[in-house]
């Protein structure tokens, strides 16, 4: 599958530029991690990429067809997880995720809901109602929905809110198991989440695409720009990025367009380089 994105704008009725003009292509298998600060127009895109919202211009193809031309044939290949996630309180988790097989038209719906609810390690709570669930339960709910009947691209607006560490480990290894032969966009504002299982990061900010590449690229792009301090660093140009209590006082952790010349400078880690990247290059 391969999506193309073609100078893609989205003005909102009231006038806000969600976003301006983006171009860039997804194509499977892949898992990519769309990054950038809240309000940077992540969802607004993933939106847009499942035909919930019709942009004010520019165009997406799929496969080199229209995606609102085909709309209907793309939304069976089709798994989301918006951002904002109405479950239905009184139903069971086998009920729900029956209820959205049922709107899917899946074929198999018993057998894709038990796949899912493997995958996402609920079988234990099959039968339990939704308004028992814990935050993390009801978003590995959101996240089993998205994953029935094993889309062929999968969208998944912040899947690892409200998890805890082991839970959000286990999903970033099933993310990057589903993406060997698919299309997965992921997007987040957690840097850990796509450090070790992403390929390609694509960073947004106001709007705007500020990079497409590859992890490694994007902390190559930070080189020469982030060094340690063994103190508040005086100069102002300086972002702090962390703030350290040693033994023999505060160390300080900085990204700058300029270093003074005698920094300590050391390798960017992908945070680092994400926040050089917004605090230098964006908007
Ligand atoms: P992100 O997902 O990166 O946090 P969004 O796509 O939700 O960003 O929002 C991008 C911008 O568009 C923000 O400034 C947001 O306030 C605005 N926005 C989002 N949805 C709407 C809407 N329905 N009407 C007006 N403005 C909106």
Known sequence: MKITIENLSMVYPNGKTALDQISCTLE??????????????KSTLMKLLTAALVPTSGRILVDGEP????????????????????LYDELTIWQFLDYMAALKQINQPAKAIEQVIRDTNLNAKRKSRISSLSGGERQRVGIAQAMLDDPQFLILDEPTVGLDPKERLDFRNLFSKKAQDRLVLLSTHIIDDVQSVCNQLIVIDHGRILFIGTPAQ???????????????????KIHITARINTAEGIQCRGVAENMPADSMLVEPTLEDAYMYLIQYKGA
């Open 28 to 41: 499977s298998p892949n898992l990519i991690g769309l990054l950038g600060p809240n309000g940077a127009g």
């Open 67 to 86: 995606l609102l031309k085909h709309e209907q044939q793309l939304k069976q290949q089709l798994g989301y997880l918006p951002q904002a996630f109405g």
């Open 218 to 236: 994007l902390i190559a792009s930070a080189r020469g720009h982030v060094a340690l301090f063994n103190d508040q660093p005086v100069s102002d």
